[in-house]
C-alpha cells in the first residue's frame, strides 16, 4: 500500500532519487473520473451564490452567538473525564511500545497506523466535526497533572514569553514535514523516539510554564483547541454540553494570540502541497529539474555529499506552499483592508478572518484522506491483534485481510465534492458573520468580502482540480 512516483518520473529523475519519500506515511486515493469543468464551474457557482445569499439574508445581529446549553450530571462528566484520560496514557504508552518492539514495517506496527492514520486523520475530523476531546484525552495534560500532584505546590511558574506562542505554527510545520517528507514516519522506531522525545519537551515547558505551554506553546494543544471551536458540540465548564451550528465557536476565537492566523493558513497548505505531488503538474516539475542542464551540476554536487535530493525538493515544495499560501492570504487581507477603507490594519483584518478558512481546511483534509481513512484504518485491527509480532490473536483480526471494496471511487468522488463546496459555503457565511462583528457598517464588511469570497472561488476550483488529476491526467 505505500505509494509510489510514478514509473516514468523515477525512470526521469533518477539523478534525484536515492530513495523516494512518501507522502502519508502509507496509502492512496481512490478517484473517481469525471467531467471536471462542469464540476469546477457548479463548485464555483455554489460558493458564489452563497456569497450573495448571505449578503442579503444575514444583518448585523446575525453575528452574534447562539446555540443550546444541556447540563450533564457531574458524576458521569467525571467518569467520562477519567475515562479518556485512562484511553489517552494507555495508547501513548500502546505507541510507545509498538514503535520500539512491534514490527518495523509501517503497515503491521499498531504506532504507525495508530497515529498516521487514527488519530492524526480519524480524531482529527472527530474534533472538528463532532466534539473536541483532545484537552481531556492528552495524555501529557494527565501526566502534567499527576506529577504536579506528587510534588505538591508547583511554587512560582516562570513566566512564558510572548513569541513562545509561534512554537505552536513552527511544531505543526515540523509535523507537516515528517509526515510529507521524512522516511522517519515509516519507521515505527523512530517514529516512537520522536513521539518519546515531543512527551520530554513537553512535559519539561509545563513544569516550567504550568498549564499556560499547553495554551500558548503546545503545537497539539493549540491545533486541537482550533478545531474543536468549529465542532458542534462544545463540552464546557460546569459540566455543560453546548449544542450550536458548525463553526460557530470560531466566532469567538481569539484575536490576540500569536500564531493564531499562521496555524489557520499552514493547516491548508500542508494538505494542498500533498494534493499537488500527487498531480502531473508536480512531475512536470520533476522532470523540469532533473533535465535541466543550470541545476545538474549542482544537484550532483549535493547528491555526492550525500544529500537525498527527492527530500530536499519536497521540502522546498512543501515550504514554498505554505509561504505561498501565507503570503496569498495576506495579500486578500490587504485587498480587504483597501475596500473598506483602510482604516485597519492588514495584519488585524488577517487575525480576525482567518477562522473563516478553517472549514476549508477540514473540508479538504476529509475530501483528501476520507479513502485513506476507511482503507488503511482497517490495518489496525491485525496490528492491535498482534501489536508485538509475537503471533498473538488478541481480538480475531490477525489475519485479517484490507477490503479495498469498502469505499469506492463513485463514492470517495461525492464525498469530496460535497465537503468541498459545503466547507466553503460555510467558510463564506462565516467570514460576513465575522466582517459584521469587525467593520464599522454592514456596507463596509460587504465591500471587503468581495476579495475574499473570489479567493475562496478560486481555491474552490483548485481543490477539486486537484483532487481530480490523479484520475483525470
Known amino acids: 500500500m505505500v505509494r509510489a512516483p510514478c514509473a516514468h518520473v523515477l525512470t526521469t529523475v533518477a539523478l534525484l532519487t536515492p530513495a523516494a519519500a512518501e507522502a502519508h506515511a502509507f496509502g492512496a486515493r481512490y478517484d473517481l473520473p469525471i467531467p471536471l469543468g462542469a464540476f469546477l464551474a457548479a463548485a464555483a457557482a455554489a460558493v458564489a451564490l452563497s456569497f450573495l445569499g448571505a449578503g442579503i439574508l444575514l444583518k ?58 487514527l488519530w492524526w486523520v480519524g480524531f482529527l475530523l472527530f474534533s472538528a466535526l463532532v466534539i473536541g476531546l483532545w484537552h481531556l484525552a492528552d495524555p501529557l495534560r494527565s501526566l502534567h497533572a499527576g506529577l504536579d500532584r506528587l510534588r505538591g505546590s508547583p511554587g512560582q511558574l516562570a513566566v512564558l514569553p510572548a513569541a513562545a506562542g509561534w512554537l505552536a505554527p513552527a511544531g505543526l510545520l515540523a509535523i507537516a514535514w515528517l509526515e510529507l517528507v521524512s522516511d522517519l514516519s515509516e519507521w515505527p522506531a523512530a517514529l516512537a523516539a520522536l513521539i518519546g522525545l515531543y512527551c520530554l519537551v513537553t512535559l519539561a515547558g509545563a513544569a516550567r510554564y504550568g498549564c499556560r505551554w499547553f495554551e500558548t506553546a503546545d503545537p497539539l ?21 453546548r ?30 502541497f500533498d494534493g499537488l505531488s500527487e498531480t502531473p503538474l508536480w512531475a512536470g516539475l520533476l522532470d523540469a529539474i532533473s533535465q535541466s542542464q543550470t541545476l545538474r551540476g549542482g544537484l550532483l554536487v549535493l547528491r555526492d555529499a550525500g544529500v537525498d535530493l527527492m527530500k530536499l525538493i519536497r521540502s522546498i515544495g512543501l515550504f514554498g506552499t505554505v509561504a505561498a499560501f501565507l503570503g496569498f492570504y495576506f495579500a486578500i487581507a490587504l485587498l480587504m483592508r483597501a475596500a473598506a477603507g483602510g482604516e485597519f490594519r492588514t495584519a488585524e483584518v488577517a487575525a480576525v478572518m482567518a477562522g473563516a478558512l478553517l472549514p476549508i481546511a477540514v473540508a479538504y483534509h476529509l475530501s483528501h484522506y476520507i479513502s485513506y481513512l476507511a482503507i488503511a484504518g482497517q ?28 469505499i469506492g471511487a463513485e463514492q470517495v468522488w461525492w464525498v469530496a465534492v460535497t465537503a468541498l463546496v459545503a466547507g466553503h459555503a460555510l467558510s463564506v457565511v462565516l467570514a460576513h458573520r465575522l466582517a459584521l462583528r469587525f467593520f464599522a457598517t454592514r456596507r463596509q464588511a460587504l465591500k471587503a468580502l468581495v476579495p475574499m469570497t473570489v479567493a475562496m472561488i478560486g481555491l474552490t476550483v483548485l481543490s477539486l482540480w486537484i483532487l481530480a488529476q490523479p484520475i483525470v491526467a
Open 221 to 241: 494543544s493549540r491545533i486541537f483547541a482550533l478545531l474543536a471551536r468549529m465542532a458542534p458540540v462544545e463540552l464546557r465548564e460546569k459540566a455543560v454540553l
Open 60 to 117: 448585523r445581529e446575525s453575528a452574534r452567538t447562539i446555540g443550546v446549553d444541556l447540563r450533564l450530571p457531574r458524576f458521569a462528566m467525571r467518569a467520562g473525564h477519567l475515562t479518556l484520560r485512562a484511553v489517552g496514557i494507555g495508547v501513548l504508552l500502546l505507541v510507545l511500545t509498538t514503535g520500539f518492539f512491534g514490527p518495523q514495517n509501517a503497515t503491521h506496527n499498531f504506532a504507525t497506523i495508530a497515529v498516521w492514520v
Open 379 to 406: 490495518l489496525a485491527i491485525p496490528a492491535a491483534s498482534d501489536p508485538f509480532g509475537l503471533g498473538w490473536n488478541l481480538f480475531g483480526g490477525a489475519n485479517r485481510v484490507i477490503d479495498i471494496g469498502v
Open 243 to 272: 449544542l450550536r451550528p458548525p463553526a460557530e465557536g470560531l466566532l469567538d476565537a481569539p484575536r490576540d494570540r500569536a500564531g493564531e492566523t499562521t496555524l489557520v493558513i499552514f493547516l491548508i497548505s500542508m494538505v494542498l
